[in-house]
């Protein structure tokens, strides 16, 4: 099972099948219920986590005591990895959406095999370069556009990430409730709500047993008007 997450990681992946059987013996299988903290902003950074199944909230609290998820992830996807590399506290917080389970592995043995496999460097980068380019576009999105614009650019990206066709929409295979699509674009939960039912009177969007399915390419039209 930890050898196949690797293989799946934009990370480990470039690694061959005997590397990755070897450096699977530093990694352990860890499981969390649904809603369950995985660990909690400024707790010491001692472990780098790819997630396997489920998805995984990254949370930042505020002053006035809400969150603001700044990132769902997906299986394959890697969190904690920032703070565990630079050593400082989680900037964030990581909570279970559903039943998950992940792989993990210390500051030290990870240390120990990107020594090894210096590659891992590299890729290690250019994923999260490619991360930071995302949160720029995400904050440049939620300064400059209307609430609308930004619940449409978060639905199409989901759609693009953890989106399976069904029936002429594409389904957005996680259970995502309004207060966290508020949460994620900076808006109420009650702007959510208007913004939502507009968008599935105009046909763009759907709900069904807590699941979201859009309609592609009329919701990106809508970007672009």
């Known amino acids: 099972m930890i050898i196949e997450a ?15 059987k070897k450096i699977s013996a530093f990694f352990e299988k860890a499981t969390y219920k649904n809603n369950e903290t995985i660990f909690i902003e400024g707790d010491p950074s ?6 396997t199944e489920g998805n995984v909230k990254i949370l930042k609290h505020t002053m006035m005591g809400k969150d603001i998820i ?3 992830m997906s299986p394959g996807d890697i969190f904690g990895g920032v703070a565990v590399l630079d050593k400082k506290p989680y900037p964030a917080s ?11 592995i210390s500051r030290q043995n990870l240390v120990k095999i990107m020594e090894e496999y210096p590659i891992l460097k590299l ?10 380019r995302d949160a720029h576009e ?26 399976v066709e069904e029936d002429g929409f594409r389904k957005i295979d996680l259970h995502l409730t309004r207060q966290e699509i ?12 208007r ?21 592609v390419l009329p919701l990106q039209r809508f970007l672009e008007e």
């Open 6 to 20: 690797l293989k799946n990681s934009e990370v480990f992946s470039s690694l061959k099948e005997a590397e990755l």
């Open 46 to 51: 001692d472990k780098f986590y790819i997630l």
């Open 182 to 193: 508020a949460e994620m674009v900076g808006t109420t939960v009650e702007t959510c709500i």
């Open 138 to 163: 995400m904050l440049k999105d939620i300064a400059t556009e209307r609430v609308e614009k930004r619940i449409a650019s978060l639905l199409l990206k989901l759609a693009e990430k953890v989106g």
């Open 70 to 72: 700044l990132e769902v």
């Open 94 to 104: 990581a909570r279970a959406m559903e039943s998950t389970t992940v792989i993990r």
């Open 123 to 132: 890729e290690i980068v250019r994923y999260f370069s490619d991360k930071l």
């Open 195 to 215: 913004t939502m039912s507009k968008l599935q009177k105009q046909g763009m969007v759907k709900s069904s047993n807590g699941r979201i399915a859009i309609k």
